[in-house]
Structure formats: C-alpha cells, structure tokens
Nanobody, 120 residues
Framework: QVQLQESGPGLVKSSQTLSLTCTVS??????????WSWIRQPPGKGLEYMGD???????YYSPSLKSRTSISRDTSKNQFTLQLNSVTPEDTAIYYC????????????WGQGTQVTVSS
C-alpha cells in the first residue's frame, strides 16, 4: 500500500535549480530500514541513480552528481525533496522517486515519474 507521488515544475531554464518533491503515503519515511531515492531516465537512455536519504536522514549521492545535488526531507509532511543546481538540457529526463530496502538495495515501490524539460 506504499505509494509515492512526484511533483514539481515540468519546465526549468538552463542554469537554474530544479526542485522536486516526493510525497509518500501508506508508510513513514522514518521507518527503519528503508531509504528514499531519486532516479532519472533521460530520453532514449537507461535509469540513472541520483541519490537517497535514509530513515535517519543520512544522505548519499552518485559521485557524478553530488557536487550539484541535495536531498532533504520533511518528516511532518512525509515528504522528501530533490534539488539539482545549475541544470542544462542534458538534465532533461523523467524523474522518479522510489523506496529502497537496506541490505538488499531493492527498490520495491516507485512513483509514476514526472517529466522535466530543461530549456536552453
């Protein structure tokens, strides 16, 4: 019954900051031992892991993106957010949030994804 829903702007200008929110229902983002991930898929390409925040608030980022990526959470709203700075058209993708399971690293629940286009 866990459901995840992405929300945020569908169009962002180059050099600006993209901010997306994932709202979780049917389970708490503070429940151990789960973590909460952001994953994206550029057009015609495969899935790319971006980073995550775990049940205690510890974050981890993909090395290729960590310099301009920040993930945070609001436990009162059961939400976690993605901030991606200095975007370019190469950041155009479908962005997903997902729940991960510690120890197995399985992503067992996913949001439906949201399209983000970066204009030049």
């Amino acid at each position: 019954q866990v459901q995840l829903q992405e929300s945020g702007p569908g169009l962002v200008k180059s050099s600006q900051t993209l901010s997306l929110t994932c709202t979780v229902s049917g389970g708490s983002i503070t429940t151990m031992y789960y973590y909460w991930s952001w994953i994206r898929q550029p057009p015609g390409k495969g899935l790319e892991y971006m980073g995550d925040i775990d049940y205690g608030g510890t974050t981890y980022y993909s090395p290729s993106l960590k310099s301009r990526t920040s993930i945070s959470r609001d436990t009162s709203k059961n939400q976690f957010t993605l901030q991606l700075n200095s975007v370019t058209p190469e950041d155009t993708a479908i962005y997903y949030c997902a729940r991960g399971v510690k120890y197995t690293d399985e992503n067992d629940y996913w949001g439906q994804g949201t399209q983000v286009t970066v204009s030049s």
